[in-house]
């Protein structure tokens, strides 16, 4: 077999295990959106199905004898050309895939489908107790996943490689250390400033049809294609990449706060963008995929932070949020509203935090995962461990569980080493930006003309079209020139806030 | 192997077989509910992967093994008994499937599903040339289908046994020939009574969301249970039933009409009220399945037809529906009602036409159907002979082809044989009827009273629960007490259009 003929069948072969994993996406989005509940363990058996049919087309021995047969060849000599970085791609994840016996694989889908069910119910309930056995659970075979992978400094690393290839433990703490240095002093300042934004504006009647509308009308202008996309209702919002020309959004609205919806929305448009700027043409293969979750999270925050909460935008929007709700709105001021929108000072739940709380919360969940995965941290020590650090680093005392560590559904579902792929999509969306608008010259005056349409092309030029060329960090490197740094975030706060704030 | 291990094992495949298709009844719903038009081409893939895939668990040797080891022993030799059953549907499916190359199976997906797309936009535009086209496709590939499974009376057989398991077209023309002979009378002396209802009624102010609102509470009262099922709008009405706990309708509303939703609604819930009332402990084997489209017909056209379009029903219904349609039928009386959900006259679209007509409707896309699958008609020719044909059954000018021969979806995905199950279902719904009301006593009285409870347990034990232990026709027998007939339907259809119609 030639090197191009094993390239051109295992390309084949990805390809089909991408279109049959994103039958799993489709069955994932129905699940939350329109699926009835008398449907639900239907959906879990169809689900297990897909899950075990994806993990023995992944490990099939002959992706293997392929990859063998291309390695080394003269067909991947420029290491960022498509075939070598899919080459690369396809081992890293073959023997990721290999290496979990199918035992373990089938046991934690097990596990965490129940204890997800367990979870809610103690969320619901308030009470830790009953999630602890569950939590115990799922650490041990997490830790065991982590094993069979394979580490050398930590074991953590071997789960944040799965969510952010490449990425250290070391790595990731020598960003935070610096950024939670400087996130305290800013947020201490903050709340010292005696300064309040008038919040209530934002809590008003906002009509959910016309808050769907407007949703709809600036995810559509920022860029994201709906004749290409929905946007749906969920309890949990996301975004679903089901496919070349299907990307779904979700959202959900209250009638009485403008936030949630509007900010969701921007934050999974911005995840759609991405997912929408994917190259067609390489689908189903890493050179059309997205190239890890701090890089995805960072076209998110990119839009609902620094586009959807600049002074800019609003400057531009306001006369379109003014007709769309008139009783909130029709006599609010461009500078109060830009000041409700920021809002910042500490409080529980990280989904509702600000642009500089917001990474104490990650902070807080990276030290904790560590701790529980090194073995330091015993599952049912967590809420005593959680509200101990919480008001460190937040400053505020933890009233109960479904505020503190029952908050998030990660953990449940065995998501260990996700939590800080957020943080860095934060940094990244901030270098992002300063070079966006360096490059393109006063991103702000294109914003409050309402031209997104430059931004769309650079982002999709620089980083989504890219694929998983180059790691996260390499990305960051060609598109910005420079390293990750927390400098980049912590300009951009420091510079917003001390203007809101009228700080010293 | 024992033949209880064998069997044991068949039934462990064909549950995985079954629960693998139902992921393809997710991705068919989806597309046509909520799927974005740009999402279509990946759909295709998707759809063509899960039918490869389908195909090639279907054809397994295994299956062939076991079939094999458990045949002729004494397990089977009650033949009414669930393993029975079993062993003798999955023989005849397995015998069936391993005639069809995977080749040919993928390029039927893949062809379908563009054409389907093609098709819905050759509707919209009234223009059949691009349609022409993957119609000859479509045409080319059922016609080499039809012969991988082999046929001896005509080509048209392998194909109708697809839909209705045993059926031959002979057997359905001796059942149509007198049935169009009486049909055509009734429908002269119906258009020379010179009477006509009062049809506007119906095509007044109908708010979308009002009829929304009564078709759901409407189908709960007749047994559709919404708590494992869900009702949308699409283009195309149908009923989709996933799995157990999950089973979906769908309609369309028109705001200036009554009928369409409503009617379509009664319809699509004796869909679903068939695949909820099926046996969920024998799920994914054929004792826990429907029996054929025919009876499956049966029971949409019992609820839409024999209950819906009753005086009876109406007596119990106009409360509510005057309550919510004020403006519509504030002032209207139940027989002027009763009449005009009960108009008949000759019209063009087959889901919109009356009890009457519609079997004509259907004989001639019987014949048509034949044409096209002997070679005796070219695709090119479909508007032509659809129209002349139309004007001598019909009476009418065909205007175009949106109301001619690109009415109707079936086409376009290859659903060719499935028609004539429609006219065998309103046939066997007229003789189930005639006999619950002779077992139930009184049925109209029951239904007056809005008492449907005793006739969904009726049909429950009767028929849905029964699976797929006799052919339909047998089913027929064991139900009514006689073969199929078409005196039933032509008695009912006589007496209603006689009183409605004072004919002579």
Redo the contacts between chains.
């Keep these: 077999m030639t090197p191009q003929a094993a390239y051109d069948e295992l390309i084949k072969l990805r390809k089909?295990l991408i279109?049959?994993g994103?039958?799993g996406s489709?069955?994932g989005w129905?699940q939350r959106?329109?699926?009835?509940?008398?449907?639900?363990?239907?959906?879990a058996?169809?689900l297990a199905?897909?899950a075990g049919?994806s993990h023995e087309k992944a490990t099939h021995p002959r992706i293997g004898e392929l990859l063998k047969a291309v390695e080394g060849s003269d067909l991947l000599k420029d290491p960022a050309a498509a075939a070598a970085v899919n080459v690369r791609e396809i081992r890293r994840e073959y023997d990721r895939e290999v290496k979990l016996p199918r035992a373990l694989v089938e046991e934690l889908s097990r596990t965490t489908s129940e204890a997800y069910d367990v979870w809610v119910a103690a969320r619901k309930e308030n009470d830790f107790a009953p999630f602890k056995p569950w939590l115990e659970k799922v650490v041990k075979l997490v830790r065991e996943q982590a094993d069979c992978y394979g580490w050398k400094a930590c074991r953590y690393d071997a789960l944040l490689d799965g969510y952010e290839p490449g990425a250290t433990t070391a790595e990731i703490t020598a960003l935070f250390g610096p950024l939670q240095r400087e996130l305290t002093e800013l947020v201490a300042k903050i709340t010292h400033s005696g300064k309040c934004p008038p919040q209530k504006i934002l809590n008003s009647e906002y009509p959910v049809d016309a808050q769907e509308d407007f949703c709809r009308e600036t995810a559509a202008a920022l860029g994201f294609?709906?004749?290409?996309?929905?946007l749906?209702t969920t309890t949990h919002p996301f975004c679903s990449g089901?496919?070349?020309?299907?990307t779904?959004l979700t959202t959900r609205y209250n009638p009485k706060s403008f936030s949630d919806a509007f900010f969701g929305t921007l934050h999974e448009a911005g995840h759609g963008i991405y997912d929408q700027g994917l190259d067609a043409a390489h689908?189903g293969t890493p050179m059309g995929e997205a190239v890890g979750l701090g890089i995805h999270e960072s076209q998110s925050r990119f839009f609902e932070n620094f586009v959807g909460r600049s002074r800019a935008f609003w400057k531009r929007m306001m006369p379109r949020a003014r007709k769309f709700f008139p009783r909130a709105l029709g006599r609010t001021g461009l500078d109060d509203l830009y000041f409700a929108v920021n809002d910042s000072k500490p409080s529980f739940i990280r989904v509702e935090s600000d642009e500089a709380t917001y990474n104490l919360h990650i902070i807080l969940r990276f030290e904790m995962e560590q701790a529980l995965i090194n073995g330091d941290l015993k599952a049912g020590d967590v809420p005593g461990a959680w509200n101990e650090r919480f008001r460190k680093l937040l400053g505020l005392k933890v009233p109960d569980d479904a505020r503190g560590c029952l908050q998030d559904v990660h953990w449940s579902g065995g998501g260990i080493g996700y939590f800080p792929t957020y943080t860095l999509g934060n940094l990244y969306a901030a270098q992002f930006f300063h070079a966006a608008d360096r490059e393109l010259g006063g991103l702000d005056e294109m914003i409050a003309h309402g031209d997104f349409e430059p931004l769309k092309k650079w982002l999709n030029k620089k980083i989504h079209r890219q694929g998983m060329r180059f790691r996260s960090n390499k990305l960051c490197q060609e598109v910005t020139g420079e390293t990750l740094s927390h400098r980049f975030l912590m300009d951009h706060l420091n510079t917003k806030f001390t203007e809101l704030y009228e700080l010293q």
Tied chains: 1, 2.
């Design positions: 089909e279109v049959f994103s039958i489709v069955l129905d959106t329109y699926m009835p509940a008398g449907g639900s363990k239907h959906r058996a169809q199905l897909v049919m294609d709906f004749n290409s996309g929905r749906d089901i496919g070349p020309g299907d779904r689908y």
